[in-house]
């Protein structure tokens, strides 16, 4: 079975500060994928990232960063000198083989608050 | 504009009326799901189909009804509705080849009460 937990439920920080959104996950298959998606107030889902398995080169976009970690099966998020725009909840997802990589399973989210 | 369309957006209903969340995209893609989306339970799989007139049940499909007559198009169906399917759906679709395969394509979302 499949499964992705995000411990944190809610995060407070001042704008400026550096926050990481922890995301760990299981699954059997040899071959899958890893997302994140961010969710505003006004509720859309907005895809941020996906990673396959083999690709544990870390990312970066901008303030955006992202930590893959097989070996400790993490996929860690990273946001430099957050903004108050950053304020959301965050969804780590992951894909398998098993599924032909169709279905998403969610993690439970972690709600960024960032205030000025 | 490639995107995934759902209506409608809001909507307040009373317990037992049956009710259709429409979700159409504009991409052919052959994949289409649901989910919805509960506070401290992120967001569940309900149905799925993987083309015109191939359905599956997902992991919450209790409840609910889909049909794929057309590949544009994936209804979810709620015959009678209960409170506790109060929430946030989403639909989703996705190409099964391609560069794309596996990235989802996400409609704005439909929040639902049920009183």
């Known amino acids: 079975a499949q499964k992705v937990t995000q411990a944190q439920t809610e995060i407070s920080v001042v704008e400026k500060e550096d926050v990481t959104l922890d995301c760990v996950y299981e699954?059997?298959?040899?071959?899958?994928?890893l997302f994140w998606y961010k969710q505003p107030p006004s509720g859309e889902l907005v895809f941020l990232i996906r990673r396959n398995s083999f690709d544990e080169q870390n990312e970066i976009s901008g303030r955006y960063s992202w930590n893959f970690q097989k070996s400790t099966s993490s996929f860690n998020f990273t946001i430099t000198a957050s903004q108050v725009v950053d304020s959301a909840v965050y969804f780590c997802?992951?894909?398998?083989?098993?599924?032909?990589?169709?279905?998403?399973?969610f993690g439970t989210g972690t709600r960024l608050l960032v205030s000025p | 504009e490639a995107q995934v369309t759902q209506n409608p957006r809001y909507l307040i209903t009373v317990t037992g009326k049956k009710l259709t969340v429409t979700c159409s995209q504009n991409m052919n893609h052959e994949y289409m799901s649901w989910y919805r989306q509960d506070p401290g339970l992120g967001l569940r799989q309900i149905y799925y189909?993987?083309?015109?007139?191939?359905?599956d049940k997902g992991d919450v499909p209790e409840g609910y009804k889909v049909s794929r007559k057309e590949k544009r198009n994936f209804p979810l169906i709620l015959e009678s509705p209960s409170p506790n399917q109060t929430s946030l759906y989403f639909c989703?679709?996705?190409?099964?080849?391609?560069?794309?395969?596996?990235?989802?394509?996400f409609g704005p979302g439909t929040r639902l009460t049920v009183l």
């Open positions: 699954t059997r298959d040899t071959t899958y994928y």
């Open positions: 189909s993987m083309n015109v007139e191939v359905t």
């Open positions: 997802a992951l894909s398998g083989v098993n599924t032909g990589f169709q279905k998403l399973v």
């Open positions: 989703a679709s996705s190409p099964t080849t391609g560069l794309l395969y596996n990235e989802q394509f």
